[in-house]
């Protein structure tokens, strides 16, 4: 089990005020689909979004598991998971890549911005027709002089419509496979950069989800994040950072759900006694408590193995599926052992289940998942 230093408890209980007051109006939110831009600078000076990153620039210099550790708070304690959902991208999709894979210039640039949230950040990646196979993207980058010329469309993009600056994986090679991808800051208000309004969907209602489009679009050399061609490696890495920091998120939110099923359970009565004596409720409790400690468990040991120098791959791809669908099955025992009032809207409990649902699809499905593991194993 992971021990934690008193440092490390301490930058975690300083957030649990704040926490709770970004996700107060969560409910109403979700209801509108409504984005809480509006906190993006407070979050920003509250140090969240510098946790991982360099003091030089404006972070807080944490590693991994601590920074894992603080969004697990994150989850817990604030309801909005799409806002949660939204900070955790900021923090992988930009934040990450520019600091590890950056030129001097484009960290001075982007990084101290998005550590103090005067930039919303996204990255571009799925494209209609590729979906879960970013190796098959089809939007291109042409050297011109000094500049590339972007040209394509990006779906699925979270933050999308509401960002300022973009990190746009684009083909700067012919043909496809994975060889010959190279990656972008593209800033909002660049001509022939189009944000699309933000979809409906399921889930996450309040994390703003976009197409991009890129027309003719001139985007300095300069702009251009790690070395050309090797964009696909930016990809595997950022997105082990994706699974670790978004599914802490998850974490703290299981652990919400048990505890609050817990308490509903010992307090609610039918036929005379309280619901958690019926055997059938108990186990339910049961495996959301088990579920919820066996990811944890694998979530940390693989972080530090990962900061270690270590192959995750198949390790990432396992705790993805793990804790995507023990937050599903999180979700659903909740709704059931709140019956009639987990089903309805008005005391969020429904909602967990919706925004879980999406953790078994982006990041890579778990059907990708499974065949990446499948793979390593010799089996695919």
């Not at 040991?301 to 993805?320: H, S």
């Not at 967990?352 to 194993?377: C, F, H, N, P, W």
Request: one cysteine or more; proline letters at 4%; hydrophobic letters at 40%.
């Amino acid at each position: 089990m992971q021990q934690w230093t008193d440092k490390q408890q301490a930058l975690r209980n300083g957030y649990t005020e704040v926490f709770r007051a970004w996700g107060a109006d969560h409910l109403r939110r979700d209801r509108e689909a409504e984005f809480a831009g509006a906190l993006w600078p407070e979050i920003g000076a509250s140090g969240l979004f510098g946790l991982p990153f360099g003091t030089e620039h404006g972070g807080g210099g944490h590693d991994l598991p601590t920074t894992m550790h603080v969004l697990e708070g994150l989850g817990y304690h604030c309801r909005d998971g799409g806002l949660n959902f939204s900070v955790s991208t900021q923090l992988v999709s930009t934040g990450v890549p520019i600091q590890r894979f950056g030129s001097q210039e484009v960290k001075d640039r982007f990084l101290p911005r998005v550590i103090d949230g005067s930039v919303i950040g996204a990255h571009a990646i799925t494209e209609p027709d590729g979906g879960s196979d970013a190796a098959a993207m089809q939007t291109t980058a042409e050297p011109r002089g000094e500049d590339y010329v972007l040209n394509g469309r990006k779906c699925f993009i979270t933050n999308g419509p509401v960002a300022d600056v973009v990190l746009v994986y684009a083909r700067t090679s012919p043909g496809t496979g994975p060889l010959g991808i190279s990656v972008f800051a593209v800033e909002r208000g660049t001509p022939g950069f189009e944000a699309g309004p933000p979809v409906d969907k399921m889930g996450l209602r309040t994390s703003p989800l976009g197409t991009l489009t890129f027309t003719d679009c001139v985007v300095p050399a300069a702009n251009m994040v790690g070395r050309r061609g090797k964009g696909f490696l930016l990809l595997d890495y950022v997105m082990k950072w994706e699974v670790l920091l978004s599914f802490a998120i998850s974490l703290g939110a299981m652990e919400f759900r048990l505890e609050q099923s817990v308490d509903y359970a010992k307090t609610r009565k039918q036929f005379g006694a309280p619901i958690a004596s019926c055997q059938l409720i108990a186990a339910k409790i049961v495996e959301m408590k088990i579920d919820l400690e066996t990811t944890r468990t694998w979530f940390y040991d693989t972080a530090r193995r990962f900061e270690a120098g270590e192959d995750v791959m198949v390790d990432v791809a396992m705790a993805k599926v793990l804790a995507s669908e023990a937050n599903v099955r999180s979700a659903t025992n909740a709704v059931q052992i709140f019956g009639g009032r987990g089903y309805l809207s008005e005391f969020g409990i429904e909602k967990e289940l919706r925004d879980a649902t999406g953790g078994t699809i982006y990041s890579g499905t778990s059907e990708v998942q499974r065949d990446k593991v499948a793979r390593m194993l010799g089996v695919r």
